[in-house]
Structures are given as structure tokens and as C-alpha cells.
């Protein structure tokens, strides 16, 4: 007979996202209503290790679903990534008496879920990332609100732009993922894209891009850069170099991640949340929590970490033919 569910801990890990307080404030309301104990863990898995767990009360996530990070606070762990780490990560989850661990953050802190469910914690992730790259999912708690928040930024650096008759390389957030800068790209009306899944590092076809624009008479030219390209500054000295045009890079970076999240964001995550408290009840482990054409799925851990997301070729496609057509 399977041990009965008593006590639920919920951690944020990783880099935090706007919305991840509404599905903390989730899991534990969530638990609560089924009768369970609901403790918090501080500052990811780091607090783990060093036992910095405090019991959650409803009280205690009130009036905190609309605001941005997270109340848990959040911190890399290298000591979790070894076998040492994870067996006292383990022991320290049942000396608490938390039988069941609910994980927010993105594949780096499912791996750690995991590794605990494998030492007889059961576990359940639930995507909370602002780059959207879990391929498990649709949809990654944050992401809406720092998309929202990039869109809004360059819409004013465009302004500018334009005042000064200027070409601006505008860099955003996803490390290894171009979601942000694609969607700010069409959103923006870019005139290039530059994502890492596809760009070529052919310099010269920006140069040429912007000269062209200059000549059919634009007043400014904007090149979204995503961070796993990165290098906006020296970029932007080669673009004036190369054309002669006032050029000006401009790097949105941490403002991304904060703000209050958008209504989607928060329905999302007070959905996921309560999912995962769910599929723990239910006795069930080794899940992450994704949202796929409408519905709210659960998949296996090793699945969901196997699995590898690219940019929609369509999506991309689309976003070129309006780049070059806006330009025009």
C-alpha cells in the first residue's frame, strides 16, 4: 500500500518569473483545502540543503498573486547537481516530513525533482521560466508578462530611434531560446530578427539591410537581438562602422523578469499549481505539469527532459516575410 500524502513542500528554483507567487499561493491553498501540510522552502534547493523550510499557511500567500519573483526566493545550487547533494536533499526532505515536493523552474530544476523522486520523494515540476523553452509545454509561467514587458520597452526605444534617425540592435532575454525576441520581433515590426536557432552570423546582410532601408527613405532600422547571440554592443560599433549610421545598442536584460504578472500569467500558474497538488494526492510522481491545446496535461520527468523544442518553422517564416514587407 502506498504511503498516505501528509506534507507538500513547494520551492522556486532557478531564475525567477513573474507569476510564480500565484502558483505558490496555488499549491498551497490547494493543499490546504485537501487537508494537507504545506511547508515552504526557502531559496530553491540551496535553502533545502541548509534546511531553510517554514510552514505555509493560507495567510501567508495572501495578496501576493499579482505580485512579480518570488516570495520563496530563488538561488542556483551546483551541490544539488551531485549525488552527495541529492541523497541529503533527500534525507532532509523526509526529516521534515515532506513527502511530497512541488518544483517550479525550468529543465535545470526538474532534473533536480528528478533526482529526489529517484530517493523516494515524490515529485512534480511545473514550468517557471520567461524563455518558454521546455518543450513539454505551450505555455511557462512568466513568459507573457516579460514578452509584455520587452514589447512595451522597444516600442519606446523605437521612438527614440526614430527622433534621432538612428538604427538600434535591441537585446532580450531566453538564453538559448529565441521565443522573446521572435515574438517581440513580429510584435514590434523589427526589421530583422535575430534568433540563435537560425541566424547565421552573415553581418553583411544586416549592413545591407539597413543601407537599403536608409535609401528607400526610413527613419530608423530595429534588430532584435536574443541573448544567446548576445554581443549587442560590439554589434552595434561594426553596423555604424559599416554604414556610417548612428547606431546604438540598447540591452533590456533583468527589467524582464520583473513587473507584475499579466492576467494570463496568473490564471496559468494558479492552474498549474493546483494540478500539481492534484497528481500528488492522487499518489503520483515524477510529473511535469504543461499546458497543451487547452487543456492542462501532466508528462513523465525523463519524457518531458528528453524532449527538444525549436522555433516553429511557420512562425519564422511569417516573421521575415513581415519584416521585409514592412520595410518596403
Excluded at 167 to 180: Q, T
Amino acid at each position: 500500500m502506498e504511503k498516505e500524502l501528509k506534507t507538500i513542500g513547494v520551492l522556486t528554483s532557478g531564475g525567477d518569473a513573474p507569476g510564480m507567487n500565484a502558483a505558490i499561493r496555488a499549491v498551497v491553498r490547494r493543499g490546504l483545502s485537501k487537508g494537507l501540510k504545506m511547508k515552504g522552502i526557502l531559496k530553491g534547493y540551496d535553502g533545502l540543503l541548509n534546511e531553510e523550510i517554514i510552514d505555509m499557511t493560507a495567510k501567508d500567500v495572501s495578496d501576493i498573486i499579482g505580485r512579480g519573483g518570488t516570495i520563496l526566493y530563488t538561488a542556483r545550487c551546483a551541490e544539488m547537481r551531485t549525488e552527495e547533494g541529492q541523497k541529503k536533499a533527500a534525507d532532509i526532505c523526509k526529516k521534515h516530513g515532506i513527502d511530497g515536493l512541488v518544483v517550479i523552474g525550468g529543465d535545470g530544476s526538474f532534473a533536480g525533482a528528478q533526482k529526489l523522486a529517484n530517493l523516494g520523494i515524490n515529485a512534480v515540476g511545473i514550468p517557471g521560466t520567461i524563455d518558454l523553452d521546455i518543450a513539454c509545454t505551450e505555455y511557462t509561467i512568466g513568459f507573457d508578462t516579460a514578452v509584455n514587458t520587452a514589447m512595451e520597452a522597444i516600442d519606446k526605444v523605437r521612438d527614440t530611434s526614430t527622433s534621432h534617425e538612428r538604427c538600434s540592435v535591441i537585446e532580450v532575454m531566453g538564453r538559448n531560446a529565441g521565443y522573446l525576441a521572435l515574438w517581440c520581433g513580429i510584435a514590434n515590426g523589427a526589421e530583422d530578427i535575430l534568433l540563435p536557432e537560425k541566424y547565421d552570423y552573415d553581418e553583411q546582410k544586416l549592413i545591407n539591410n539597413i543601407i537599403e532601408g536608409r535609401k528607400r527613405g526610413k527613419k530608423h532600422h530595429i534588430i532584435i537581438n536574443a541573448e544567446g547571440i548576445g554581443h549587442s554592443s560590439s554589434m552595434a560599433k561594426r553596423i555604424e562602422a559599416a554604414t556610417g549610421i548612428e547606431t546604438r545598442a540598447t540591452i533590456l536584460g533583468h527589467m524582464q523578469r520583473g513587473g507584475n504578472p499579466t492576467c494570463i500569467d496568473r490564471v496559468h500558474a494558479s492552474m498549474m499549481g493546483s494540478y500539481a497538488v492534484d497528481l500528488l494526492a492522487e499518489g503520483k510522481t515524477k510529473r511535469v505539469v504543461g499546458y497543451k491545446n487547452g487543456e492542462y496535461v501532466d508528462f513523465d520527468i525523463n519524457e518531458a527532459l528528453a524532449m527538444e523544442k525549436g522555433i516553429s518553422e511557420y512562425q519564422y517564416e511569417v516573421a521575415k516575410s513581415l519584416s521585409a514587407n514592412y520595410s518596403k
